[in-house]
């Protein structure tokens, strides 16, 4: 069974950075997306941005600009950069695979990002 494992997060002051990463425990076949979601309390889980295979992304709009994902050569982990953070940015973030086969999506365990004002 596949695992994510996530890494990063934590508490920073608005205007901060932090760094966000998410390993796969393999190598993961017939990925679609790998991507970010948050979910704040009291509010559903929303995208927060993706990335295919091939280097496309798409970015939620509240966080163009500020936040960067990318993924490494052996597509096996994903990061998220995430630059000029602001309170509204204060979320439980989770990775999230998503396959053209079944099993269709794998997540991760989530991690806290807090920022204060």
């Known amino acids: 069974q596949v695992q994510l494992v996530q890494s990063g997060g934590g508490l920073v002051q608005a205007g901060g950075s932090l760094r966000l990463s998410c390993a796969a425990s393999?190598?993961?076949?017939?990925?679609?997306?790998m991507s970010w979601f948050r979910q704040a309390p009291g509010k559903e889980r929303e995208l927060v941005a993706r990335i295919n295979t091939g280097g496309d992304t798409i970015y939620a709009d509240s966080v163009k600009g500020r936040f960067t994902i990318s993924i490494d050569n052996a597509k096996t982990t994903v990061h998220l950069q995430m630059n000029s953070l602001k309170p509204e940015d204060t979320a439980v973030y989770y990775c999230?695979?998503?396959?053209?086969?079944?099993?269709?999506?794998?997540w991760g365990q989530g991690t806290q990002v807090t920022v204060s004002s």
């Open positions: 999230n695979v998503n396959r053209w086969t079944r099993p269709d999506t794998y």
């Open positions: 393999e190598r993961i076949s017939s990925i679609h997306w």
